[in-house]
C-alpha cells in the first residue's frame, strides 16, 4: 500500500521536479519553455521566503512487496518518490501586486488523473489564505480541458483568453487566465 503525503519540497525532490516538468517541456504546450531550466531554477523556487511564496511536492513512500498494487515504480528501499508538485510565486514584480499570487500543478505522468492536482492545489491554496494573500491566478494553455476542470472544480473563474499568444511545436496557441479570490469561501 502507498502513502502519499503532500509537503514543502527539499533539496532532494528538485531532480524529480525536474524530470517531470522536462516531460512538460518536451512534450506538451502546458508550458511556454522550450528547453528545461537548470536546476538552479528550481532551487530559487525552493529558497523563496517571500510570503505567498510556496513550492510543494506529493511524494509516495510505497511499502516492499507493495510496488505492483500501487502501479508505481519504487527502489530498493520502496520509495517512489515525486509524483507531482506545485508552487506559487510572485504574479509580478510590482509592489502593488504583492497579495496576487500565480499558481502552477504538475503530475508525473503515472499520476495523472488520480485526483493528484486536486490535492496538491488544496493545500496550496490553503497555504495562501493563511498567508493572507487575496488573488491566485493561474495561466492555463488551450486547449486543456483536464486543467480547466481542475481549476473550475477548485473554485477558480475564468478572467479572460489570449488568443495565439505563444507559439511551440510549430503552431500558435491560446491561454485562458483563471483566478480565485482567496478571501472568499471557496467552492470546494
Request: glycine share 8%; aromatic share 8%; no cysteine.
Amino acid at each position: 500500500m502507498s502513502q502519499l503525503s503532500i509537503r514543502p519540497a527539499e533539496p532532494a525532490d528538485l531532480a524529480a521536479v525536474a524530470e517531470i516538468y522536462t516531460r512538460f517541456v518536451r512534450t506538451s504546450t502546458a508550458t511556454f519553455d522550450d528547453q528545461e531550466p537548470p536546476l538552479s531554477h528550481w532551487q530559487a523556487k525552493l529558497d523563496s521566503t517571500t510570503p505567498g511564496d510556496h513550492f510543494l511536492v506529493a511524494h509516495s513512500r510505497v511499502a516492499r512487496g507493495q510496488v505492483g498494487d500501487s502501479q508505481v515504480a519504487a527502489d530498493d528501499d520502496g520509495v517512489a518518490g515525486v509524483l507531482g508538485y506545485a508552487y506559487s510565486g510572485s504574479y509580478r514584480a510590482r509592489p502593488a501586486y504583492r497579495l496576487t499570487r500565480e499558481s502552477s500543478v504538475y503530475v508525473s505522468a503515472e499520476a495523472t488523473g488520480k485526483g493528484l492536482g486536486s490535492r496538491l492545489y488544496a493545500e496550496l491554496l490553503r497555504l495562501l489564505r493563511q498567508d493572507e494573500m487575496h488573488l491566485v491566478v493561474a495561466v492555463v494553455s488551450q486547449p486543456n480541458p483536464a486543467s480547466n476542470a481542475l481549476h473550475r472544480r477548485m473554485g477558480f473563474s475564468e478572467a479572460g483568453t489570449l488568443d495565439e499568444v505563444g507559439f511551440k511545436f510549430g503552431a500558435y496557441v491560446s491561454t485562458t487566465t483563471f483566478q480565485l479570490r482567496l478571501d472568499r469561501p471557496s467552492r470546494s
